[in-house]
Each structure stands twice: as structure tokens, then as C-alpha cells.
């Protein structure tokens, strides 16, 4: 079946600090990628998203590229804030024949301190 | 309305009882899907409505729960007999296509139900 591995949290950073966050799937097909952001006390938010390999997603400062031969999309940002301090979370999605639900990681919590 | 609402934001039960939770997706949006956010289990997907009809209910844990969904909007998760392993934040979703890349699932704030 389809799944989502990513890196374990807590991820503490000084403000910033370089950060990525690991993402790896295994789907038939060829999957939709996404990373999702719940900020502390709010629902689910699309950071960004990547539809076919080599694309690249990009949001606030956030990047990910669709890597099919290593079947990644690591999420990575050059320098963050204090307000990126958040639970990220990488998604699948495999398409109609596969329902079209999301499959989620397991998230990771990133702490950024002042 | 101008994004997914769910309701209630919070519920608290005691076992045994049945429970009602409500979301109302983004107007003109045609699928809609429930999620299940728990420690133990981390985001699990459940149902999910393309207009009235569910397609795909693989992800329901028993026969306790049910959905439905009328007038291709508002929808309706239902849990009978709650039991506690049923604690969990309860998150819908919609989105205005099923196929394609415009298929961007939008997340309401989430029912949390505590069942004692």
C-alpha cells in the first residue's frame, strides 16, 4: 500500500537556522506530494505541492522537489522564524484509483527558538 | 462560507453514547473527506463523498462509525457506542475536484471528542 515516512521530531532550531525535514513514500503509480503546516491551536494548512517529478513546490520561503528516483520531497528553508514553530506534515495523494484520500506521515514537530 | 466548518470544536462523552459530528464544506466544492487525528495512530484518513455517494470508506475502523452526506453539501460523521480509543480530533476536508491537479484538499479546524 501507499505510505509516508518522515523524520521524528521534536526539531529544535535558533531562529535562523537552516532547516529540512526528511520526506519518503512509497505509492504505486504517480503520486501527489504535498506538505501540510498545523500551527499550535489551528487546523491543517497547505504549505506546498508538487504533481510530477523534478517539480518544485514553494511557499513562504518553504521548498520541496519532487524526487522520483529517491521517491523524496524533503522540505527545506534557508532561514526561520520563530512563527514556523509548528507540526509539518508530508502527504501522498495516489490518485482516482486510490480514492483520492491523503496519506500522511507522521509529522514533525519543529520548534524554533528566539 | 469562506472556508470548512466543523462542529462542535469540542465534544466531551462518556462511553456508550452516540455522537454527531458536523461539517460543512467550502460551498461548491463536490468532494468532501474525514480524517482522524489521534496520538497513537497519527492522521488516518476514513470517508470520502464525491457528491452523496461515498466511493471509498476503507479507512472507517468498525461498524460503529457511519457518514453520511445530503444536498451534496453538509455532512455528518456518526460514532455509536463511543469508546474511549475513539479520542481523537476528527478533522473534514473538501475539495473542488476529485481528479486532477486542482484536487487541493482544504481542512476545517477539526472536532476534538474526549469520550470518559
Known amino acids: 500500500g501507499n505510505s509516508v515516512t518522515q523524520m521524528e521530531g521534536p526539531v529544535t532550531l535558533s531562529e535562523e537556522a537552516f532547516l529540512t525535514i526528511n520526506c519518503t513514500y512509497t505509492a504505486t503509480g504517480y503520486p501527489s506530494l504535498f506538505w501540510y503546516v498545523q500551527y499550535p491551536g489551528e487546523g491543517l494548512q497547505l504549505l506546498l505541492k508538487a504533481t510530477k517529478a523534478d517539480d518544485k513546490g514553494s511557499n513562504k520561503g518553504f521548498e520541496a522537489t519532487y524526487r522520483k528516483e529517491t521517491t523524496s520531497f524533503h522540505l527545506e528553508k534557508g532561514s526561520v522564524q520563530v512563527s514556523d514553530s509548528a507540526v509539518y506534515f508530508c502527504a501522498l495523494r495516489a490518485g482516482k484509483a486510490a480514492g483520492n484520500k491523503l496519506t500522511f506521515g507522521g509529522g514533525t514537530r519543529v520548534l524554533v527558538k528566539p | 462560507g469562506a472556508g470548512v466548518s466543523q462542529s462542535p470544536s469540542n465534544k466531551v462523552t462518556e462511553k456508550g453514547k452516540d455522537v454527531e459530528l458536523r461539517c460543512d464544506p467550502i460551498s461548491g466544492h463536490t468532494a468532501l473527506y474525514w480524517y482522524r487525528q489521534s496520538l497513537g495512530q497519527g492522521l488516518e484518513f476514513l470517508i470520502y463523498?464525491?457528491?452523496?455517494?461515498?466511493?471509498?470508506k476503507s479507512g472507517l475502523p468498525s461498524d460503529r462509525f457511519s457518514a453520511e452526506r445530503t444536498g451534496g453539501s453538509v455532512s455528518t460523521l456518526t460514532i455509536q457506542r463511543t469508546q474511549q480509543e475513539d479520542s481523537a480530533v476528527y478533522l473534514c476536508a473538501s475539495s473542488l475536484e476529485t481528479t486532477g491537479f486542482m484536487n487541493i484538499q482544504y481542512f476545517g479546524a477539526g472536532t476534538r471528542l474526549s469520550v470518559l
Open positions: 463523498f464525491q457528491g452523496n455517494s461515498a466511493p471509498d
